[in-house]
């Protein structure tokens, strides 16, 4: 009985004392709906990044040196003073320059830095010096392409400057060739100004539910196409199987910590009615400017057997972007200063890797070569076309 | 032979059972924060005084929260099931007293660890959707929702101690000299962040318990010779 009362009286005082330590909440701290200083604007940065941000545990950069790095450079600047606003893009060009989600960009919304902008995945890529810029091949792949090929706009849809555009045809009447520059393509159905885009996708797709004897192969050519709708992936792979087809695997970020993900999600293309399986040789055309959704498909194409890859290694943004409010986690804005992009879940291949930043290696290389383009020689897809021969 | 709920000095055993349901205080503007519901199991320790006592437990107590989406979204939600080791510390009085029958009053604080999460939920796999066409010709996308449901790893930015204040209400009932039942509220107030607070602005959260408990207590020592002949 004594025991039992020195334990009680014992355990009386630890709890007291250390509810005097604590015996108030602290009050539940809201991100600042505006921020008015570069104090609030970085913390809430730095917050929204650590919340958000898919990568953490394959990232190089430590997020916790930037915040005892940056924390007191921003503190010293003044929102008022308009040197002091344009000084911060720099600073956060400096800490992003080696963040892997090669989706993210910071956009600018402050009137004063409005026309800046952060890409670094871009401006890494931009240093390698087998660096190019987007390509519209469909210009001079026309030349391959039998009597009667088709080109199809929806100028109401346009990425990186350029209209939805798709080229579709054969060549030497054995060759099915489709190509399309980004994904808006379930988008531009039922659109006044995307007839064309789907009376070619609806011959398209007839063609390969029900492929000709004289088809030998298909070309599908994603360069230099910069992704958007991940819907579109599965709109246009379910003419390519027949069962329900696993090509990779999704996770997604569900709490606050650092390293909080869903178990990884198996990512499949489900099948269109009357598709069958393509048995006959598909040839992927990409470059190093195609892109998330085109990565994705290119992925696809990869693990349907008879398929070849040429070109050279995609851009590395195999993450998906989800702008709707169905995920937590994801892009984010910062009130009245600035927006960010980043993903709000991570892709591996069936091959169990992550190809995030460093793109999907092809089968085939065959390099960019401007002077060959200018010549009229597309020698990647040149290459492609003898390999079905 | 009379007896009245309890005499002066005495240790108490007990066991009880019941229903807890949590609500976490956090500013998570994404979603609606709903109560979870769960359970509560504790061994019981009490010290009766002439007209006060003191109680201590070790109770198993689940703090459990759900977020789920608003409007269209409403399939979307995450579970959130904790299980906690909580030792409470409690001071009471008896408010009423009538023969056997006691209405208590009790207030005090607690200590707890956190012992071991799980994550459950639902979400679109956009990785995995189908597509049709509507009337007027347009194409309709479904991302197929996904369960999951997973062990939570603890970080070192998780805060697994909690302290916290106690209020409650409870009723006894002495069906024996030695033997009282038990039904209690209790309020479970914390006091401490599920997060640490290792930099400004971080998200926080507090657990706010309250449970419904039955159970029974037997006197621990021989009882002293208190019956009238």
Redo the contacts between chains.
């Keep these: 009985?004594k025991l039992?009362k020195k334990i009680?009286s014992a355990?009386?005082l630890v709890?007291?004392l250390?509810?005097l330590n604590?015996?108030?909440?602290?009050p539940?701290?809201?991100?600042?709906v505006k921020p008015t200083t570069f104090k609030n604007v970085f913390?809430?940065y730095?917050?929204e990044m650590?919340?958000n941000y898919v990568y953490w545990d394959i990232d190089i950069t430590n997020w916790d040196d930037v915040?005892s790095k940056y924390a007191p450079v921003f503190s010293e600047l003044n929102m008022n003073n308009s040197n002091d606003v344009r000084a911060c893009v720099r600073y956060f060009r400096d800490i992003t320059k080696n963040l892997v989600d090669n989706h993210y960009t910071i956009d600018f919304i402050n009137s004063l830095i409005a026309d800046s902008s952060i890409f670094p995945a871009y401006e890494r890529k931009k240093n390698l010096p087998a660096f190019h810029e987007p390509y519209p091949y469909w210009k001079i792949d026309t030349n391959y392409l039998d009597k009667g090929y088709l080109i199809g706009k929806n100028t109401n849809f346009i990425n990186n400057g350029q209209p939805l555009t798709i080229l579709y045809g054969t060549i030497q009447n054995k060759i099915l060739y489709i190509s399309f520059n980004h994904f808006s393509l379930?988008?531009s159905?039922?659109?006044s100004t995307g007839t064309s885009i789907?009376l070619i996708l609806q011959a398209y797709f007839s063609m390969l539910d029900n492929l000709p004897e004289n088809i030998k192969g298909l070309i599908v050519d994603v360069r230099s196409n910069l992704g958007g709708d991940?819907?579109d992936?599965?709109?246009f792979a379910k003419h390519f199987v027949n069962t329900q087809h696993l090509f990779?695997?999704?996770q997604?970020k569900?709490?606050?910590?650092?390293?909080?993900?869903?178990?990884w999600?198996?990512?499949?293309i489900?099948p269109a009615n009357l598709s069958k399986n393509i048995s006959k040789p598909i040839i992927i055309l990409a470059d190093n400017f195609s892109a998330s959704t085109a990565e994705?498909l290119v992925m696809f194409v990869k693990s349907i057997p008879n398929s070849t890859f040429i070109g050279e290694t995609t851009f590395g943004a195999t993450g998906?972007i989800?702008n709707d409010?169905?995920?937590?986690y994801g892009s984010f804005t910062i009130s009245n200063f600035m927006h960010v992009q980043t993903s709000s879940?991570r892709?591996k291949y069936i091959d169990g890797k992550i190809y995030e930043n460093e793109g999907f290696p092809p089968d085939i290389f065959i390099p960019f070569n401007l002077t060959a383009i200018q010549n009229g020689h597309d020698i990647a897809l040149e290459k492609a076309i003898d390999r079905i021969q | 032979m009379s007896y009245s709920i309890h005499g002066l000095g005495q240790f108490y055993l007990g066991s009880q059972a019941g229903y807890a349901n949590n609500h976490l205080n956090t500013n998570n503007a994404l979603a609606k924060n709903n109560d979870g519901s769960g359970y509560v199991v504790s061994g019981n320790c009490y010290y009766f005084f002439k007209k006060a006592f003191i109680e201590t437990d070790i109770m198993l107590i689940s703090k459990n929260y759900t977020f789920q989406k608003p409007g269209n979204y409403n399939a979307i939600y995450q579970q959130y099931k904790n299980n906690y080791v909580q030792l409470p510390l409690v001071f009471g009085f008896h408010a009423f007293k009538k023969h056997q029958f006691s209405v208590v009053v009790e207030g005090g604080f607690f200590i707890a660890y956190w012992l071991q999460a799980r994550i459950k939920g639902v979400l679109p796999n956009v990785y995995n959707s189908i597509d049709s066409m509507s009337s007027n010709g347009r194409i309709m996308q479904y991302a197929y929702l996904t369960q999951y449901s997973i062990k939570y790893t603890f970080t070192n930015s998780d805060n697994r101690w909690e302290l916290g204040w106690i209020g409650g209400v409870g009723i006894q009932y002495a069906i024996k000299p030695n033997t009282i039942l038990l039904l209690n509220g209790k309020y479970f107030y914390s006091l401490t962040n599920k997060q640490k607070n290792d930099h400004n602005n971080q998200i926080q959260g507090y657990n706010e318990t309250g449970l419904i408990s039955v159970g029974v207590l037997l006197k621990f020592c021989k009882n002293k010779k208190t019956d009238k002949n």
Excluded at chain 1, 265 to 268: C, E, I, M, S
């Design positions: 009985m039992l009680y355990y009386i709890v007291f250390l509810l604590s015996c108030t909440r602290q539940i701290i809201y991100n600042s913390e809430n730095w917050n650590k919340r915040y379930a988008e159905f039922g659109t789907q991940l819907n992936l599965n709109f990779g695997y999704a997604y569900i709490g606050d910590g650092l390293y909080s993900f869903t178990p999600f198996p990512a499949y489900n994705a998906a989800i409010s169905s995920m937590n879940a892709f």
